[in-house]
């Protein structure tokens, strides 16, 4: 259910990006953005690129003040806004069609890789107990 918030908590829940709009109840705006975020940082920190990292402000500009607008909107206004993703309003308010096989596989391909930050991370724990060669061999499969 779609609701303003005080102004104080909104101010609080806007420094983290999407946070305010899921409290105000608008999930998908709010998802999409966090989840936004979220992949900039971690898609800059995989790469270890600075230059993908200057997104990060964007997006959580465009969140922190989408946050604020929205809870100063007059309630009728406040209550026609449509829960969509922040990126709709990029495309012009178009959506993505994906299909669900899109979307399978590219879950898939998100648990492989977190499979594998996984393993690569345990191996790294367990290099001190595991002999040279085997660590290397395991390594470089």
Not at 14 to 38: K, N
Not at 52 to 71: E, K, Q, S, T, V
Request: charged share 10%.
């Amino acid at each position: 259910m779609k609701q303003q918030r005080g102004k104080f908590l909104n101010f609080l829940f806007a420094l983290i990006p999407g946070a305010a709009q899921m409290y105000m109840g608008f999930m998908l705006r709010g998802l999409s953005l966090m989840g936004a975020a979220c992949l900039v940082i971690m898609t800059s920190i995989f790469l270890d690129s600075v230059m993908l990292g200057f997104l990060f402000p964007l997006i959580w500009f465009y969140a922190f003040f989408d946050a604020i607008n929205l809870n100063s909107m007059h309630p009728e206004q406040f209550q026609n806004q449509p829960d969509e993703p922040f990126y709709c309003y990029l495309l012009g308010g178009r959506r993505l069609n994906i299909s669900q096989k899109t979307k399978s596989i590219f879950g898939v391909v998100l648990i492989c890789i977190g499979g594998f930050v996984f393993v690569t991370n345990l191996f790294g724990v367990f290099y001190d107990w595991m002999p040279d060669s085997l660590y290397y061999l395991i390594r470089d499969i």
